[in-house]
């Protein structure tokens, strides 16, 4: 029996686990068939449980060495974004929001799905895991993500400004830290 191409994608997902070399091989394998690479997106966002997770973690590496192949995907992906709940798959996504709003910032080629309306449904992603009972590298990602689309969206940096304020007395170590340091970069584009 042939299996079709995402259940065979789901079975090879089947034998990653959390260590680097396994992401990366996996990894490897998408970057050596990048055809894969939207079912392996699909998975992610869609698969609940173990492989989603693992979806999602090959995701976060193939776009670190290609993040191109996320271009026809942005919609898509950004629209999903909201049905994660597990922390697995949630800090995984969140730093490659991080990846994307970075690479943008820098590059003169961005990628022409990068609309407006695009970053508008990232910026309320990006809040809802920075407010949300999430744990801190999500959070902090989600604050690079906020403080970068601020630059474009001017409503955002006075909103982050006040959510890092409100949640930095409760915050973890690593909240405080981030939060502290992106406080400082919000006082000196006042």
């Not at 079975?11 to 894969?36: K, S, W």
């Not at 898509?76 to 991080?98: C, H």
Request: with cysteine; aromatic share 10%; proline share 5%.
């Amino acid at each position: 029996m042939v299996l079709d191409p995402k259940a065979q994608l789901i079975n090879r997902l089947d034998y990653v686990d959390a260590t680097r070399i396994a992401r990366g091989q996996a990894a490897r394998e998408i970057l050596d068939n990048p055809d894969e690479f939207g079912t392996l997106l699909e998975i992610a966002m869609t698969e609940k449980g173990v492989i989603g997770h693992r979806a999602c973690w090959v995701t976060e590496f193939v776009c670190k060495e290609n993040l191109r192949l996320m271009e026809p995907h942005l919609d898509y992906w950004v629209s999903m974004l909201p049905g994660l709940t597990d922390e697995s798959a949630i800090r995984p996504m969140a730093k490659l929001s991080e990846m994307l709003c970075e690479y943008h910032e820098k590059t003169d080629q961005p990628f022409t799905t990068w609309t407006a309306e695009f970053r508008e449904e990232l910026i309320a992603v990006c809040f809802d895991w920075l407010i949300g009972p999430h744990k801190v590298a999500p959070k902090a990602f989600s604050m690079r993500c906020l403080y970068l689309l601020g630059k474009e969206f001017d409503w955002v940096h006075d909103e982050l400004r006040a959510t890092l304020l409100k949640g930095y007395p409760t915050g973890s170590a690593g909240y405080k830290s981030r939060a502290g340091h992106l406080l400082k970069k919000l006082e000196k584009s006042a």
